[in-house]
């Protein structure tokens, strides 16, 4: 699997750059640049679509002292990326009308998720920094994340910028589809109007 440092100087190639990295804590602009946009990059990658690999359950800790209409108010995973939904007992794959309503707070010391599920699970992205975990799909699109970013901070011309992005949003359309090939949750269920009309 692609390294951080590989990862990055597919992303300079991808621009048009001949000078690559051999570290992201070189004294050299491109290495500057790395290292300022990698992993914001990567996060914000793993954010845009629910990864299998980064895919993480916990039960959540209570904390108690819930707001007016709400039932329980429950500590935000430290390790939490992107909260996913609260998982529906008993349900794989719940219906628009079965998922679990929740809201994202401030809370002192970090955030809380307010819900009225009682011992709710919340399914998330967690932060993954080993790029050994990366699929090939999720290389290829923060590659091209990244040599946008890097196409400004390097050439300052939009257009590298918009192809790149083009590029990106492209790659990641085909990494989700292969994403989805690595579950099996059974039969998507009916929607409202089919079921109303059965």
Known sequence: MASAVQICNMALMRIG????????????????LC??????????????????????RVALADIGSPPQ????????PVDCL???????????MPTSAQRI???VVHATGGRAILTNQEQAELVYTVRVEDTTYFPQAFVNALAWRLAAELAMGL????????????NYQYTIGQA??????ESEEGP?????FIQARN
């Open 17 to 32: 750059q001949n000078q690559f990295i051999d570290s992201i804590d070189e004294q050299s602009k491109a290495a500057e």
């Open 35 to 56: 290292a300022l946009h990698y992993e914001q990059c990567r996060d914000e990658v793993l954010q845009a679509f629910p990864w299998p690999f980064a895919e993480a």
């Open 69 to 76: 209409n709400w039932a329980f108010r429950y500590r935000y």
């Open 82 to 92: 992107e909260a996913r939904h609260i998982s529906v007992p008993g349900v794989t």
């Open 101 to 103: 309503p929740y809201k």
């Open 155 to 166: 050439q300052a011309r939009p257009e590298n910028y918009a192809s790149a992005i083009q």
């Open 176 to 181: 989700q589809a292969l994403a989805f090939e």
């Open 188 to 192: 998507v269920p009916d929607s409202e």
